[in-house]
């Protein structure tokens, strides 16, 4: 799936996620939040993976949202996504009891990954509407 229509498809969620909210209100990124809302967040990610990234976070290109999903380093935001498109509470509350025995945002969205591949979150993402 082309990342740009991954971001048009995730800024259309507007479901309420409690469960990703209070995991990014007890263990997500405290400081250089520029973003309102882990949906903005990672939209806005996506709209520039087609470049060389931003200030401090520079990348080389991609159009692949698969590849975005499997090199994006917070677990917050894809806690969030995952809860947005339907995740089961069950599936979610196993992987947040086994991240948060660890440290690093980088093993902790590795194992999320690893219970919620990009094939999970795709299948359950809204269309768009044409």
Not at 2 to 15: E, G, N, P, Y
Not at 72 to 94: C, D, M, N, Q, S
């Amino acid at each position: 799936m082309d990342v740009l229509d991954f971001a048009r498809r995730i800024s259309m969620i507007d479901k309420p996620t409690p469960i990703a909210d209070s995991f990014d209100n007890e263990w997500g990124q405290a400081r250089n939040r520029w973003w309102t809302s882990q949906r903005e967040h990672l939209t806005v990610w996506c709209l520039f993976q087609p470049t060389n990234g931003v200030k401090g976070y520079k990348h080389r290109p991609n159009n692949s949202a698969e590849i975005m999903y499997n090199n994006f380093g917070r677990p917050e935001t894809l806690l969030w996504l995952a809860e947005a498109v339907g995740i089961e509470g069950k599936i979610l509350y196993t992987v947040i009891d086994e991240i948060t025995k660890h440290s690093h945002a980088n093993t902790q969205c590795k194992i999320l990954r690893e219970r919620i591949p990009f094939e999970s979150i795709s299948i359950n993402l809204p269309k768009i509407l044409e």
